[in-house]
């Protein structure tokens, strides 16, 4: 039995199937090429909106080329357009650039995605939600990767100002606390592309049991947005195949802060709460 081993590159992968896809899937897969620098953060919802396409036809086009699904089409995507710049992958620091120029420029870059993310913000939205997270009975936050790092930040800034709150890195986990929500509860779900099954699926299931939702997130067009009570946008998005995630990380810090901020003027025990609970930990610290 002869063994065929393909390249990893997508677009390779492309090549050598072109003549052998079915009209649909050649209409996506000459889009991929002509549009890889915007493919790569597209979800899968509007890849197929901008080829006019349904996301079973997407799903089709990464099996026949023998990926396991978008995401690791994506992330092979990535890798051949990466390899078109001068940058190296693991820092974003560009070839020849020294240390401050690197540092002045990611500054730079962080400072306009905190801007645009402000921009973006939508105070009456952000209120309504902070209405209904002061007066639920427990709110759970659910993202995975770094998206599940900033989760559980916030929730230590709930429970600070006396608010029940939780979150959890296993996703099993995660799903039974969501099924258990008392009535009235509130989920957040954050994912900057949108599109991260475990995080869209404890949504979805949130939304099942009729908790009040929240998807925070880069893509207005992706799957978490369908089970979402409310949608907040971020301004950033994390590359797949690289490290650099500060952009992703401050955006979402920056809007739960203004979710947090609009939160305290709906609990005015708040103030109080945070020297009780600052009082708790004080025999913590020399």
């Known amino acids: ?6 390249p990893s590159s997508a677009l390779d992968r492309i090549r050598l199937h072109g003549q052998a896809l079915s009209p649909s899937l050649r209409r996506v ?18 890849l197929a909106s901008s080829v006019g396409v349904g996301e079973a036809t997407i799903t089709r086009l990464c099996h026949k080329l023998e990926f396991a699904g978008f995401h690791a089409f994506k992330i092979a ?3 051949d357009v990466a390899g078109r710049g001068h940058a190296h992958a693991s820092t974003g620091r560009a070839t020849g650039e020294d240390a401050p120029s690197f ?28 209405r209904q997270m002061a007066r639920a009975p427990r709110i759970e936050l659910t993202g995975q990767g770094n998206s599940g790092l900033v989760a559980q930040y916030f929730v230590h800034r709930l429970m600070r100002i006396g608010l029940s709150a939780a979150t959890y890195t296993d996703p099993h986990l995660a799903a039974v606390s969501i099924s258990t929500l008392p009535r009235g509860g509130v989920v957040l779900a954050l994912s ?13 299931l949130a939304q099942a049991h009729g908790h009040y939702t929240v998807a925070i997130t880069h893509h207005a067009s992706s799957p978490v947005t369908r089970y979402a009570s409310a949608v907040l946008f971020t301004a950033a998005q994390e590359d797949p195949l690289t490290d650099k995630v500060l952009d992703t990380l401050t955006s979402q810090t920056l809007l739960l802060e203004l979710l947090y901020t609009q939160l305290l003027t ?20 020399y």
Do not use: N
């Open 1 to 6: 039995m002869t063994t065929v081993r393909l």
């Open 29 to 46: 897969a000459e889009f991929v090429v002509q549009h890889a620098e915007t493919v790569v953060h597209q979800t899968i919802t509007e």
């Open 77 to 79: 995507l990535a890798s």
């Open 103 to 130: 540092a002045t420029r990611l500054v730079r870059q962080t400072t306009r995605t905190l801007e645009d993310t402000a921009r973006l913000s939508d105070p009456v939205l952000l209120d309504t939600v902070a």
């Open 192 to 204: 900057s592309s949108g599109g991260t099954i475990d995080t869209v699926q404890h949504l979805k």
């Open 266 to 285: 709906h609990r005015p025990e708040s103030h109080a709460m945070l020297r009780v609970t600052a009082e708790s930990v004080v025999d913590k610290k």
